[in-house]
């Protein structure tokens, strides 16, 4: 049973568009929200998180979003750039017991097209 | 800042024997995290260590796994009488202890495969 779930495996946007990604989760224990981009041969690098205090943080030109009713998060790049090709992983976190545990999705390979 | 260092990079071994990976994280991050992750899929919790102390081991890790970090620093994950299946990416990462707002830094990871 996947907690969290990434259900676009792909996705190509042109330079200087924005590149959406989205990410659902079912755990309603789920209090903390990451993102993370990873290039092939590398390990995931964090890029931005959301706490459900929240409903949107933003850094430069990444922006989260978090949707708590509809347990929807999603991603937003603008203006998306050809180094941001990657795959990027959703990942959550519980509150209290385990909450050291980061539940990923399956990931979103982003490509960027010049 | 050097970053979580892991070694090492590759490892290829014939079923059954028994392979050891090293993590070394960031220096002032206590806790210290190890992930699996399989093709198409996305990193899986494996086990977690505050300082010494191994406080949370998955269901993933079989009795074939262990891993220690004897004296809060580095880590090692041990794998006994590898199995083909074992063959993954093998992930550490470290984390700072504030609270549960510290994201989580990964290492290059160390790719094993059973042959």
């Known amino acids: 049973d996947q907690q969290v779930k990434q259900n676009s495996p792909s996705l190509s946007v042109q330079e200087g568009r924005i590149s959406i990604l989205n990410c659902d989760y079912t755990?309603?224990?789920?209090?903390?929200f990451l993102w993370y981009k990873k290039y092939p041969a590398e390990g995931p690098t964090f890029l931005i998180s959301?706490?459900?205090?929240?409903d949107k943080n933003e850094d430069g030109r990444f922006t989260v979003f978090l949707n708590k009713s509809a347990k929807h998060l999603s991603l937003h790049i603008v203006p998306s750039q050809p180094g941001d090709s990657a795959v990027y992983f959703c990942a959550a976190r519980p509150s209290g017991a385990g909450s050291y545990q980061l539940t990923f999705g399956k990931g979103t390979k982003l490509s960027v097209i010049p | 800042d050097t970053g979580v260092s892991q070694n090492p990079r590759h490892k290829i071994t014939k079923r059954g024997q028994n392979v050891t990976f090293r993590c070394d994280p960031i220096s002032e991050h206590n806790r210290l995290y190890w992930y699996r992750q399989t093709l198409g899929q996305g990193p899986e919790f494996l086990t977690y260590?505050?300082?010494?102390?191994?406080?949370?081991k998955s269901r993933l890790l079989s009795d074939r796994f262990s891993a220690e970090r004897p004296k809060g620093s580095f880590s090692t994950l041990e794998i006994q009488r590898t199995e083909q299946g074992d063959s993954a990416m093998y992930l550490c990462?470290?984390?700072?202890?504030?609270?549960?707002?510290?994201?989580?830094?990964f290492g290059n990871g160390t790719r094993l495969t059973v042959t």
């Open positions: 260590f505050q300082n010494e102390a191994q406080l949370e």
């Open positions: 959301i706490s459900s205090i929240k």
């Open positions: 755990n309603s224990m789920f209090d903390y």
């Open positions: 990462a470290s984390s700072a202890s504030r609270g549960n707002g510290s994201p989580l830094h």
